[in-house]
């Protein structure tokens, strides 16, 4: 581009379906000079506790993303013309150490991270949104947290294995990288083991904005509400593609009936784009479950929108 930034392939120029198979077709990150966002994959799932198959996530979601266009008219911003984002391709973990694994990512996530530069993270499963945390806290402080997801994810422990996709958010708590009172978690639903999983997460420092609610709210209620809890302070996106309903997302480890739709979820996005998005994931994208891409695609447009969200917050 004339004014130094590299876009993505022109697509009038290369067929979408060809060309390289970096997110929405940007630049690789050795192919610009600096980068104010970076799309890395991490393909890991040893930590799911029911499906497999997240690790061929960030690849799908990759994959989906070549139908990407340069300009977001819902929010009449062109997001890789504001910012300098690059693909840093893919954060190799050992899948048969947990913890090894997840000191990689916090190690390749923090030399992203630094001078205002900002990470959107594609899983892999949830358990990586706890070495995010840790990168993001290590250069802003703690975080206020926007958790989408069908689960709470703050249980204790899975088979004695402190650090699992159903774990982070409490270990994040308890490690002191959120702000407490200033996180919330949306689309929650299906059971769960007792009354005391909610007792639990509320004193962690979580609300709860439940699926069902949906049903007599709107959108613009939930993003009320969401703002007031996240209030001023910097703001970490989690996004489990799961909190989609299964007939949005099918290919994922953890399913849940009464879901969020695309749309709700795009709305609701959308209603926060102003908030200081400092870091953002989207996971647990299982492509082996997946019918006609449809939840890659969703996984594709998710990112878009917390890469635009950041591009809104620059601008």
Known sequence: MADGHVGQVDAQQVPRYAGPATFARLPRIEDVGDHDVA???????????????????PAAIREASRLLKPYHPGLDLSPFRALQVADAGDIAANPFSITEALE???????ELLGGGRRVVTLGGDHTIALPALRAVAAEHGPVALVHFDAHLDTWNTYFGAPTTHG????????E????H???AHVGIRGSLYSPADLRDDAELGFTVVHAQELQRSSVEDV???IRRRVGSEAVYLSVDIDVLDPAHAPGTGTPEMGGLTSRELVGILQGLSDLPLVGADVVEVAPAYDHADITAVAAAGTAYELLTMMARTRA
Do not use: I
């Open 181 to 183: 009172e200033h996180s």
């Open 167 to 174: 774990t982070p958010f409490r270990r994040a708590a308890e």
């Open 223 to 225: 993003v009320d509400r």
């Open 39 to 57: 799309v890395v994959g991490v393909p890991f799932d040893s930590g799911v506790t029911y499906r497999p198959g997240a690790r061929f996530g």
């Open 176 to 179: 002191g990288l959120l702000v």
């Open 104 to 110: 990689a990512v916090e190690t390749g996530l923090r």
